[in-house]
Structures are given as structure tokens and as C-alpha cells.
């Protein structure tokens, strides 16, 4: 029991100040590689989002298969 408690101790620790690395590389990278956004992006957020995009692809397409399935019935 105590062997498990010390490993687990072990990790946590660990655990703690790989954490505590991470956080401030995190914190380096972003301070020397953001920038200011580009007024055009600022402006359409939306549509020049590639996550949104890949929404509106997926469902077109769907909407497009559903009304065959409908048409070829």
C-alpha cells in the first residue's frame, strides 16, 4: 500500500510540473506569435471559418442525397 501511494505521489507530482512546462511554452508561443487579426477576417468570421464551412458542405450535401432518395423513389 505504501509502495502505491508513493508511486501515485510520484505521478502526481509529475504530472504537476509537466503541467507547469506546458502552460508556459503555451504561454512563450503565444506571446511571440499572435498578432493582430486582419480586418477582413474580423469581418467575415463566419464564412471564412473552415469548421463552419465544413458544416455547410456537409449539410448541402445531405439536403442534396435526401432530395434524391426522394426524387428516385
Known amino acids: ?3 502505491a501511494l508513493i508511486l501515485v505521489g510520484i505521478v502526481i507530482v509529475g504530472g504537476l510540473f509537466y503541467t507547469l512546462r506546458v502552460g508556459k511554452a503555451v504561454d512563450v508561443r503565444n506571446s ?3 498578432g493582430e487579426i486582419h480586418r477582413t477576417i474580423r469581418k467575415n468570421w463566419i464564412t471564412l471559418n473552415p469548421v463552419f464551412l465544413a458544416y455547410i458542405i456537409a449539410i448541402g450535401a445531405m439536403l442534396v442525397y435526401i432530395a434524391y432518395l426522394a426524387v428516385s423513389w
Do not use: F, G, N, Q
Open 32 to 34: 511571440e506569435l499572435d
Open 1 to 3: 500500500m505504501t509502495i
